[in-house]
């Protein structure tokens, strides 16, 4: 059996304008990426989500998006699904902007280009028991005794 993956037809390489922050003059359309995710672990009863620049100012790094409680028979999103049509259960929390659910990339002007790492866990629970209030912290924290297989994807941008 392959194993699990995460696929996306635009966020691969490079961040689309797609999506990039809609504001601070990053001109983009602030809109989630679409997702497609296979083979994921037996066992899988819920997924996660995180999208997360470590490159970011400041210590931690910025979280983009951080989204839980994913019914396990779910295996895409569609573009734009962050906030307008998420599966239902779903949680998303804060981003790092302090808005719910997608938030795009924003590097400083100048900086190098950075890595957006999104992530899908494979869960072996349906619910975290986290709510929308939670920080990224907490929901990898409860997340961590949980996690059966996870994918990725990186993408770059800079400005």
Same mark, same amino acid.
């Given at each position: 059996m392959?194993?699990?993956?995460?696929?996306?037809? *635009? %966020?691969?390489g490079q961040v689309p304008r797609a999506q990039v922050y809609h504001d601070f003059g990053a001109g983009g359309d602030n809109q989630s990426p679409d997702l497609a995710w296979n083979n994921a672990p037996e066992g899988t009863k *819920? %997924?996660?989500i995180i999208c997360h620049d470590p490159d970011a100012p400041g210590p931690g790094g910025w979280w983009?998006?951080?989204a839980c409680d994913i019914p396990a028979g779910v295996s895409s999103l569609p573009a734009g699904a962050s906030t307008k049509s998420m599966p239902a259960g779903t949680i998303e929390l804060h981003n790092s902007y302090g808005a719910v659910g997608y938030g795009g990339a924003c590097p400083p002007p100048g900086d190098e280009?950075?890595?957006?790492?999104?992530?899908?866990f494979a869960l072996k629970t349906?619910?975290?028991?986290?709510?929308?209030g939670a920080s990224p912290a907490m929901m990898l924290f409860v997340a961590a005794e949980h996690i059966i297989g996870k994918a990725g994807?990186?993408?770059y941008y800079a400005r």
């Open positions: 392959a194993g699990f993956t995460l696929t996306s037809s *635009s %966020f691969s *819920s %997924f996660m983009h998006w951080c280009a950075h890595p957006y790492h999104l992530t899908i349906e619910k975290l028991g986290v709510d929308a994807l990186t993408a």
